[in-house]
T-cell receptor, first 112, second 116 residues
Framework: QQQVKQSPQSLIVQKGGISIINCAYE??????FPWYQQFPGKGPALLIA?????SEKKEGRFTISFNKSAKQFSLHIMDSQPGDSATYFCAAGYTGGFKTIFGAGTRLFVKA | EAGVAQSPRYKIIEKRQSVAFWCNPI?????LYWYQQILGQGPKLLIQ????????DSQLPKDRFSAERLKGVDSTLKIQPAKLEDSAVYLCASSPLRGASSYEQYFGPGTRLTVT
């Protein structure tokens, strides 16, 4: 019940294309859904996050879509750039800050 | 604002040896987390501190792993004795106790441990 399932494992997108990464969770008690970006040799960095009371959040080229009834959320990267090539992790947690569960990650490669 | 500092960045040890990792969180951050990230997987929480108290250590293998945060600031994670399966990146993260960003975790660069 604490799992967060992420797909795909890897993704190759042409420059300028849209990258889409999907996640599903089981525990309806989660109330905070962040996405982290990790470059090789670095720690994950918070990219964008959403609470379950909204269905979409957009920050620049990054958008989270959230479907509470399906217990699914996704990250869309518009106009993907080679600099976006990194590993992306979805996560689910609580605004109390406890027990954040991470997905297995998606390795994104954007071809120039 | 300085980020989360970790040392060493890399460590290679033989199985059954001991090793310690150090973390200095962002100044003023009361909550500190240690994660284990095995290659190809997402970070897995090992232990969470709030100030110098343990909030969650349910996934810490306590027969070999220990962690402390004596003065509510920096923290040490120790493995004794190490096993081959402990090879991973150990990430430290911190977050403020209150405010809109109290659940945003700021990660350090990690320590890559190789056990041979």
């Amino acid at each position: 019940q604490q799992q967060v399932k992420q797909s795909p494992q890897s993704l190759i997108v042409q420059k300028g294309g849209i990258s889409i990464i999907n996640c599903a969770y089981e525990n309806t008690a989660f109330d905070y859904f962040p996405w982290y970006q990790q470059f090789p040799g670095k720690g994950p960095a918070l990219l964008i996050a959403i609470r379950p009371d909204v269905s979409e959040k957009k920050e620049g080229r990054f958008t989270i879509s959230f479907n509470k009834s399906a217990k699914q959320f996704s990250l869309h990267i518009m106009d993907s750039q080679p600099g976006d090539s990194a590993t992306y992790f979805c996560a689910a947690g609580y605004t109390g800050g406890f027990k954040t569960i991470f997905g297995a990650g998606t390795r994104l490669f954007v071809k120039a | 604002e300085a980020g989360v500092a970790q040392s060493p960045r890399y460590k290679i040890i033989e199985k059954r040896q001991s090793v310690a990792f150090w973390c200095n969180p962002i100044s003023g951050h009361a909550t500190l987390y240690w994660y284990q990230q095995i290659l190809g997987q997402g970070p897995k929480l090992l232990i969470q501190f709030q100030n110098n108290g343990v909030v969650d250590d349910s996934q810490l293998p306590k027969d070999r792993f220990s962690a402390e945060r004596l003065k509510g600031v920096d923290s040490t994670l120790k493995i004794q004795p190490a096993k081959l399966e402990d090879s991973a990146v150990y990430l430290c993260a911190s977050s403020p106790l209150r405010g809109a960003s109290s659940y945003e975790q700021y990660f350090g660069p990690g320590t890559r441990l190789t056990v041979t």
